[in-house]
C-alpha cells in the first residue's frame, strides 16, 4: 500500500506544493526578467516600462 492510497488528499496535498513552487519559480523569473531591464537602461531619464501578461 502507498502513501497515496492510505492519505486521499496526499494527492492534492503533492499538487498544492507543485503549484506554489511553480508560482514562487514564475515570480523570480518576473524579477529577474526586471533586474534585467533595469541594468540595461541604466543610467536612464525614463523609468522601466513593466508589461506583465497573464
Partial sequence: MTDKN????AAQEE???KDE???ANNK???EDL???GVEET???SDPVS????K
Fill in 42 to 44: 541604466f543610467p536612464a
Fill in 34 to 36: 526586471l533586474d534585467e
Fill in 21 to 23: 513552487k511553480k508560482s
Fill in 50 to 53: 513593466v508589461k506583465i501578461t
Fill in 15 to 17: 499538487k498544492r506544493r
Fill in 6 to 9: 492510505r492519505n486521499p488528499n
Fill in 28 to 30: 523570480k523569473h518576473q
